[in-house]
């Protein structure tokens, strides 16, 4: 009633800049030829020439829109993320500068659009890598001066414009954010919250259940809402509230903003993760935005294909690897009662040989900034139950730097969240005795290829080595799960014998490890890696991508998402290993 938001997505036009001269030349008012390119989508897949497809270096956007003169007081452009930098120009003037491709980009444009005309919108946007980014990375430089971008991870550099933008029109005194946390007591909740407005005003708070009946109300910026008989949030079995927040001027309403949430905690208790105060096994997987034309691009009918794909397998829970999706996974997330563990795209943070990347990764202050924005954007989610401060780094070269670096990450990310969830790191195959920081994470989590890069091939030394290590982890008392393990298997190739990238040895793979796990009241949960093959840069070691998918990169199922779907429909979700 007092705010609205029009979707800017469609065609928009584009254009390459590899001379970076684009900012000195004034792109910013218009670019000088471009081509049509789909938002949101990854600009790569659509081209057919190498040099496009994997270009590296600076690229604009721009589109043309309508705000309508009835538009309120205040108007921002948001881009659910532009890939990896980007500075915003509308109608020629800078409106907004943001590095980092996964998390929103807002920019205040009420002082420069026009009402009841066309404005424009251009957008400087580059999508190098190096060591102070993050995902980290470096570039190559061709004899041809062309740029080719060297991950430090496994996964297609994809960039531009992945998520929804929307035109966003507020009243002048608006509400700009809310954050709740749980307690239960017997059947009832207690809903603590706090609201954020800009300019003053009388707040009132409202909670409506699933039928939209009012079950509790309260009054104030900050307060309680008590729930009696409380339906919870509970995996697999999601029930949301609707909380209705009003911001009044002189007793009349000036605006209002609703939200689904769910009720419902999350604690680390011994070797347990609780959720509602009952043990919770996590069965999922490590995931990737990545479909074939598309990208990273998000689009509602692969997310619902993927859910069914996950609902199929009976699994309850994914890991955002490696970096923050789209927001509207986590409402389904919400909707369907699936679990996440939200991690921040601190990937590749290692550079190997001597070299301690504490000392020479200048990440620390960019690392900060994204763990607190991820979790300003997904803390009323009921579906987020961990955060992830990243994956895979180097904590066994430099162990003390490593924790030094990591410890006050996690301390940060406890500070912030409102709910204090539990905050883990994802650490890779190493020396885990060495390694000082994994352990000291709410939660372990571990990243194993036994079997596969590791003693390839061989199961039955692959078992041995990870009961070495699970004796290990025992001691430390702490819940443990894994959260990559697997073998590239490429769909269609079957053997009697079962051998590496034939079907038949993943599923080989995951049952003789799966064994083990079960033997081990510590182990609570077990992530596939991943759920669906995806796409790399290419190397001796990927035929055409990434192969470890259950499904394949069209989401056909492998033999080895059959195993899991028997398997994981006789685990529960809670109660398992009690
Ligand atoms: C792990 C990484 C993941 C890779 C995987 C693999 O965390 O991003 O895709 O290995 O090699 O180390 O399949």
Redesign the pocket.
């Known amino acids: 009633r007092y705010r609205m938001a029009l979707s800017l997505d469609g065609m928009w036009q584009f254009q390459f800049d590899p001379k970076s001269c684009g900012l000195s030349e004034n792109w910013k008012d218009g670019l000088p030829s471009p081509i049509s390119m789909p938002v949101p989508a990854s600009f790569s897949d659509f081209f057919t020439s190498g040099p496009d497809r994997d270009y590296c270096g600076d690229f604009w956007y721009q589109k043309d829109f309508f705000v309508p003169e009835t538009a309120q007081s205040k108007v921002q452009l948001r881009f659910g993320s532009i890939t990896h930098r980007a500075i915003v120009f509308c109608n020629g003037v800078e409106v907004a500068r943001h590095e980092g491709g996964f998390l929103p980009v807002v920019a205040d444009v009420t002082d420069v659009v026009r009402c009841g005309a066309v404005n424009r919108v251009c957008i400087w946007v580059n999508n190098d890598l190096n060591e102070s980014t993050l995902p980290c990375g470096t570039h190559n430089v061709l004899s041809s001066g062309r740029k080719i971008v060297k991950p430090y991870?496994?996964?297609f550099n994809y960039s531009g414009i992945q998520r929804s933008v929307y035109l966003v029109m507020l009243p002048a005194e608006s509400i700009q954010d809310y954050e709740v946390s749980y307690t239960l007591d017997g059947a009832d909740a207690q809903v603590d919250y706090k609201v954020f407005c800009e300019g003053a005003g009388e707040i009132s708070v409202q909670l409506l259940d699933a039928e939209n009946k009012l079950v509790a109300e309260a009054n104030g910026a900050e307060g309680a809402l008590c729930v009696q008989n409380a339906h919870l949030w509970q995996v697999r079995n999601a029930y949301l509230y609707t909380i209705v927040i009003v911001l009044k001027k002189d007793g009349l309403p000036v605006d209002e903003y609703r939200e689904r949430i769910g009720i419902r905690t999350v604690e680390i208790r011994g070797t347990k993760i609780l959720i509602n105060g009952k043990s919770v096994y996590l069965k999922g997987f490590?995931k990737h935005e990545d479909f074939d034309i598309l990208g990273r691009g998000f689009n509602w009918a692969v997310a619902k294909r993927d859910f069914e794909c996950m609902k199929w397998t009976d699994a309850n829970c994914f890991r955002t690897?490696?970096y923050p999706y789209a927001e509207e996974m986590y409402r389904l997330c919400d909707r369907e009662g699936i679990v996440i563990i939200d991690e921040v795209p601190a990937?590749g943070i290692g550079a190997g040989a001597g070299i301690n990347p504490y000392e020479t990764f200048p990440i620390r202050e960019h690392h900060e900034q994204v763990i607190k924005d991820m979790i300003a954007r997904d803390k009323n989610h009921p579906c987020v139950v961990m955060w992830s401060l990243g994956?895979?780094p180097d904590t066994e070269n430099f162990p003390e730097s490593a924790y030094e670096y990591w410890h006050s990450l996690y301390e940060l990310a406890h500070e912030t969240d409102p709910s204090d969830r539990p905050v883990t790191l994802?650490c890779?195959?190493n020396n885990y005795e060495k390694d000082i920081v994994t352990r000291s994470m709410d939660v372990v989590c571990i990243?194993r290829?036994y079997g596969w890069?590791n003693l390839s091939g061989d199961l039955d030394a692959a078992c041995y080595g990870l009961n070495l290590e699970l004796d290990f982890w025992e001691k430390q008392n702490k819940p443990v799960m894994i959260t990559?393990y697997?073998a590239?298997a490429v769909a269609g190739i079957h053997e009697c014998v079962p051998e590496m990238f034939s079907e038949e040895f993943q599923v080989e793979f995951y049952k003789r490890q799966n064994a083990q796990f079960d033997k081990r009241k510590f182990f609570i949960g077990e992530h596939v890696?991943?759920f669906a093959d995806f796409a790399?840069v290419q190397g001796c070691m990927r035929v055409d991508g990434?192969k470890?998918g259950l499904f394949t990169r069209e989401r056909r199922p492998k033999m080895a998402a059959h195993y899991f779907r028997e398997r994981w429909g006789e685990v529960p979700d809670f109660g398992y290993k009690r």
């Open positions: 991870f496994d996964f490590g690897s490696h990937v994956n895979e994802v890779c195959q990243n290829y890069y990559e697997g590239d890696w991943n790399t990434n470890k």
